[in-house]
């Protein structure tokens, strides 16, 4: 069973940059797609980005698009979440996943493993 640790989270004002990782145990971290998903207090857990396993396709959500930059470190067994241009609405508990295969869905219920979360907090 894969490990996930998130970490990068924090406070931050509108307009401001944050990046995200996540580290993953094991060795076989360069074999699957990995997501990036958010949830806000009384929503659903929603896409925000995913890469394939060795970085040649990666998808966006329409609400961070432009904004946000996921890339990968096969050699660390790292995710990354750059996240720029921040809004207030960005504002959510941003959680990693790792993908039962390399497709980068969208959809979380392929999602296999999953951190624990880490807080991004943007202020107005």
């Known amino acids: 069973q894969v490990q996930l640790v998130e970490s990068g989270g924090g406070l931050v004002q509108a307009g401001g940059s944050l990046t995200l990782s996540c580290a993953a145990s094991?060795?076989?971290?360069?074999?699957?797609?990995m997501g990036w998903f958010r949830q806000a207090p009384g929503k659903e857990r929603e896409f925000v980005a995913s890469?394939?396993?060795?970085?040649?396709?990666?998808d966006y959500a329409d609400a961070v698009k432009g904004r946000f930059t996921i890339s990968r470190d096969n050699a660390k067994n790292t995710v990354y979440l750059q996240m720029n241009s921040l809004k207030p609405e960005d504002t959510a508990v941003y959680f990693c996943a790792r993908d039962r295969w390399d497709t980068g869905t969208r959809n979380r219920a392929q999602y296999a493993s999953w951190g624990q979360g880490t807080q991004v907090t943007v202020s107005s």
């Open positions: 890469i394939t396993r060795v970085g040649v396709r990666t």
């Open positions: 094991g060795r076989t971290f360069g074999s699957y797609a």
